[in-house]
Nanobody, 124 residues
Framework: QVQLVESGGGLVPAGGSLRLSCAAN????????MGWFRQPPGKEREFVAA????????YYTDSVKGRFTISRDNAKNMVSLQMSSLKPEDTGVYYC?????????????????WGQGTQVTVSS
């Protein structure tokens, strides 16, 4: 069982930056691949970024490539999402997720554990 708690959301003007963090409990955090998803207002949840437990390979949805960076610190049981050059369309509730598997990381169904979400609002 893994419990995830996100933090770092808030209101930021377009062009600004935010850093989201996700703290996980559990001794085996280093064996989980981690992902970030977001749910824009009135829309379905969508993939944002993921990082594998092994070798730390990263994946991003096209709209955030070059602006967002996912990273992990296994010693601290933490995964982060550094977001820069934020746009109003980045607004939404951001969720951290964990999976024991390393494949299909862009799919919601690949993840077993989810945090409660943190709100990110980018004003124009």
């Amino acid at each position: 069982q893994v419990q995830l708690v996100e933090s770092g959301g808030g209101l930021v003007p377009a062009g600004g930056s935010l850093r989201l963090s996700c703290a996980a409990n559990g001794r085996t955090f280093g064996t989980y691949s981690m992902g970030w998803f977001r749910q824009p207002p009135g829309k379905e949840r969508e993939f944002v970024a993921a990082i594998r437990w092994s070798a730390g390979s990263t994946y991003y949805t096209d709209s955030v490539k070059g602006r967002f960076t996912i990273s992990r610190d296994n010693a601290k049981n933490m995964v982060s999402l550094q977001m820069s050059s934020l746009k109003p369309e980045d607004t939404g509730v951001y969720y951290c997720a964990a999976t024991y598997y390393s494949g299909g990381l862009m799919r919601e169904g690949a993840y077993d554990y989810w945090g409660q979400g943190t709100q990110v609002t980018v004003s124009s």
